[in-house]
């Protein structure tokens, strides 16, 4: 587990901006050969583009995990820590930003790096001055130089977003807060540059770029900053203390802040930092800041610690070298990473042991759980991916096969969409050149490493794109400036078709009554162009509010669309919503929100205007619901009459007549002639007013019952259908359709056929009704049966396939649902209530 002692090793510690890394490029480059480890892809290749302007690019190389360029006189290595090669026998090997070897989840990385990683001739270790007494135990004989910082670091207090001085980088703990403060300063700034590990090399340049060039004076990045990118940075603010380490919210140690804090000032030139809140858990506390000005930090007193020379002879072996303990008290074993979770998922699968068999193989399927999770998509869907992954390389040529890799590729290589969703297509490019870099994963690795690298750099292209219009757009900046920086001075114009302009920049549309921002304007500048807007449409939207009141009826419509809740639309606008009122005739009307910016007076006069026209078309398309409400209220109408017209209107005109039974009987004949002369007809089987079956009629049935339930409205039967299916939308007796056996038959038919039957019957004695009309509107057999047995008539034989029925004597029942079997049992259903 000790370093091997034989070769000299050197240790440069010491804080941000000393030149540690910059020695060790110089240092490697002394020597005819060498490697330097680095903690992220986008240092390696940085460092890596630095070394090609030395040696040339054919003796440079660049190894990370999705990323090869291997030349074959290459004597040169730019790697990330986890793909060094450290079978090669190279003059200088360094390890970067070794106290990483404290981090949770790749801190056995580094550890392993610093116990194994030698040159022939010289060994370079950086980091922080932390990593001493670990260094001074795991590498016996090491020598430790410490390199001061070039310029002074002091702490300049909090300052909001608004006052943070140019040549700032504002640094968050996720995209979230990355973009929500770049999207602020944009609006306040005129724009940002964003740096996160996550961007691809390509992309981060670019951004660096745009602010180095003095394009915008403002960088938002992660903590991948302070992994020693070189940017000219004066001042450091953080817009947060707390960040999620994997399992937990936390605060940031006072190393961690010095690491990110000492990007500020670069060489000779001091630097500042500070915070973007003076007090609570987002500011910093004197003890931290006068830690971070001293560089006075804790001593590491462990490292986490992995095998890292596993047993590959069987997958037990394997698993238990990689769960091993460490003998020495400053390591500890390292917390199970996702390769090792994925290894042990996999490993309880039958055929993922069958095949992982000798070391070849089961070095091969360590190497396939390796593949890290770019896409954070987390163990399970990860895991499969990799059991996927291994199923193919442990089979055939044991390749992947380039149809499913072309696939994939061809899927991501889109330039379509947001920063969120550009970002998420990179992440998951970068799993599949992490294949492709495999040497023997695919049967031409070299063209599909290729294909990856251009949609990665296709996407990057497109993201760098994004990020610059979502971050850095100059148009309300151009305008501000033009006008003083005030949003109420903006000289807005409207267009005949509702553009609202400002100069000869479009800024908006006015809809209606709401302003919607132009959708190449960004959620930084929406409040901003609001605020403009406002004040200056006032009075347009005063007139379309007086020529709503004033509109006739015919530019008025209901909109009643399944799902949706009932409105009203002026000329095509919705302009308001039908909700609960008093009762189903007398519904409220809700202005619609954008009607909001109207003053009150206004409003109340449009309101006003919209129920004179409801009630209008009510009494016009369902004056039944009208005429029956005013029978409620009616004291000389009698308690059964008022009941029934009650339940009449609670159903919105259709009443099944098996519900209220005891109210229809006690209805006088006085009251009946009432409810006919409504128009409500008194079937054998429901209560119903025909006019509401015709489809205007129908459309505000359902808009009332919806606003009087407080949900969308229903789906609406086949226009014009007399028998639906019994699964078709609308069949049931809520839209006017009885349910029979396998059909639903609308409720005035099913009164025909019922008065037929009454009709053609002698009293009890048997009697064949004429099926033409059951037949005619396309009622089945099954369901005329049924329709029959429910109606008090049996049948008592068939003679050349016409049933006979006889009279029962019995009150007509509700139709009930057919049976599980779908035979026909009208018996034993006739007290089943219909849903």
């Known amino acids: 587990m000790h370093a091997r002692e034989e070769r000299p090793v050197t240790a440069v510690l010491g804080p941000t901006n000393t030149g540690k890394t910059h020695l060790a490029v110089e240092r490697m480059c002394g020597h005819s050969s060498g490697m330097i480890g680095f903690p992220l892809r986008l240092l390696a290749r940085e460092v890596y583009d630095r070394v090609v302007k030395i040696k040339g690019a054919n003796q440079v190389a660049l190894i990370t995990g999705e990323e090869k360029i291997v030349p074959k006189d290459a004597r040169w290595f730019l790697c990330t820590a986890e793909s060094m090669p450290l079978d090669k026998d190279l003059a200088f090997v360094g390890v970067d930003e070794a106290q990483l070897g404290a981090d949770r989840e790749r801190g056995h990385v580094f550890t392993d790096r610093i116990l194994r990683a030698r040159g022939r001739e010289e060994t370079m270790i950086l980091g922080s001055e932390a990593l001493r007494p670990m260094l001074k135990t795991l590498v016996p004989g090491i020598d430790i130089l410490n390199r001061p910082r070039f310029s002074t670091l002091s702490y300049a207090g909090a300052k909001k977003i608004s006052r943070l001085p140019k040549r700032s980088a504002i640094v968050a703990f996720s995209a979230e807060e990355v973009y929500a403060v770049a999207e602020m300063l944009r609006r306040l700034r005129g724009g940002a540059a964003v740096v996160m590990g996550a961007l691809s090399p390509r992309t981060r340049n670019a951004q660096v770029a745009m602010f180095q060039a003095g394009e915008v004076d403002y960088l938002v990045a992660t903590d991948a900053i302070g992994m020693g990118l070189n940017m000219d940075v004066a001042h450091v603010a953080f817009a947060s203390l707390d960040k999620f380490d994997g399992q937990r919210q936390r605060r940031l140690t006072v190393a961690e802040m010095a690491q990110i804090a ?15 809140v003076e007090d609570g858990p987002g500011a910093f506390t004197p003890e931290e800041v006068l830690a971070i000005e001293e560089h006075r930090f804790p001593r590491l007193d462990h490292l986490f610690w992995r095998e890292g020379q596993p047993d590959f002879s069987s997958v037990d072996d394997l698993i238990h070298s990689l769960e091993a303990r460490p003998e020495m008290r400053e390591l500890r074993a390292a917390p199970k990473a996702l390769d090792l979770l994925v290894l042990k998922r996999l490993a309880e699968e039958d055929w993922v042991r069958d095949r992982a068999r000798g070391p070849a193989m089961v070095k091969r399927f360590w190497a396939a759980c390796g593949v890290p999770d770019f896409r954070k998509v987390g163990l399970d869907p990860h895991a499969r991916f990799c059991a996927k992954l291994f199923g193919y390389l442990s089979e055939g040529q044991g390749h992947v096969p380039h149809t499913w890799f072309a696939e994939e590729i061809a899927r991501l290589d889109n330039v379509a969409g947001d920063v969120e969703v550009l970002a998420g297509r990179i992440a998951a490019a970068r799993s599949w050149a992490y294949i492709a870099n495999r040497a023997d994963w695919l049967a031409d690795p070299a063209y599909w490493a290729g294909r990856a690298a251009q949609v990665e750099e296709r996407l990057s292209d497109a993201l760098h794109l994004s990020l610059t219009q979502r971050f850095v757009d100059k148009r309300t900046t151009m305008l501000l400036r033009q006008i003083g920086a005030s949003p109420r001075d903006l000289p807005v114009t409207i267009g005949a078709q509702g553009e609202v302009m400002v100069e000869d920049h479009m800024i908006g549309h006015l809809h209606g009554f709401g302003f919607t921002v132009a959708p190449d304007a960004r959620a930084g500048d929406k409040r901003l162009l609001l605020a403009a807007a406002e004040r200056r449409l006032g009075d347009e939207r005063a007139r379309r509010g007086t020529a709503l009141v004033e509109a006739p009826d015919v530019a008025f419509v209901l909109s ?86 009650a339940a009449l209107i609670d159903q919105g005109g259709l009443l099944p007549r098996i519900d209220h039974r005891v109210a229809i009987d006690g209805l006088d004949p006085a009251a009946r002639k009432r409810l006919r002369r409504i128009g409500i007809a008194i079937g054998a089987l429901d209560l119903f007013d025909p006019r509401l079956l015709k489809p205007v009629a129908a459309r505000w049935r359902r808009a009332l019952l919806a606003a009087r339930h407080a949900r969308p409205v229903a789906a609406a ?11 078709a939308p609308g069949a049931h007796l809520s839209q006017g359709y009885r349910a029979i056996a396998l059909q639903a038959v609308r409720v005035d038919l099913v ?18 009704p004429d099926p033409a009309l059951a037949i005619s509107i396309g009622v089945q057999p099954a ?30 029942a509700p139709v009930a649902p057919p049976p599980r079997d779908n035979a026909f049992s009208a018996l034993a259903d006739l007290n089943i209530r219909h849903g």
């Open 262 to 276: 000492g990007r500020a000032g670069r060489h000779q030139r001091d630097g500042t930092f500070g915070a973007l």
């Open 560 to 645: 009643a669309e399944a799902g949706e809740p009932p409105a009203i639309a002026w000329d095509g606008l919705k302009v308001a919503t039908l909700t609960q009122g008093p009762s189903l005739v007398r519904p409220a009307i809700a202005l619609d929100r954008t009607l909001e910016c109207l003053d009150a007076g206004l409003r109340g006069r449009i309101k006003t205007r919209l129920a004179a026209w409801v009630g209008d078309r009510m009494a016009q398309h369902v004056p039944a619901l009208v005429a029956l409400e005013a029978v409620t209220r009616d004291a000389g109408a009698g308690p059964a009459l008022r009941a029934v017209a």
């Open 717 to 727: 039967p086949a226009e014009g259908a007399t028998v639906l299916p019994r699964t």
């Open 751 to 768: 009164e025909r056929i019922a008065k037929a039957a009454f009709e053609a019957r002698s009293g009890r004695k048997p009697f064949a």
């Open 783 to 812: 369901t005329l049966e049924r329709l029959m047995a429910g109606l008090g008539f049996k049948i008592i034989r068939v003679e050349d396939r016409v049933a006979h029925w006889v009279w029962r004597g019995r009150a007509p």
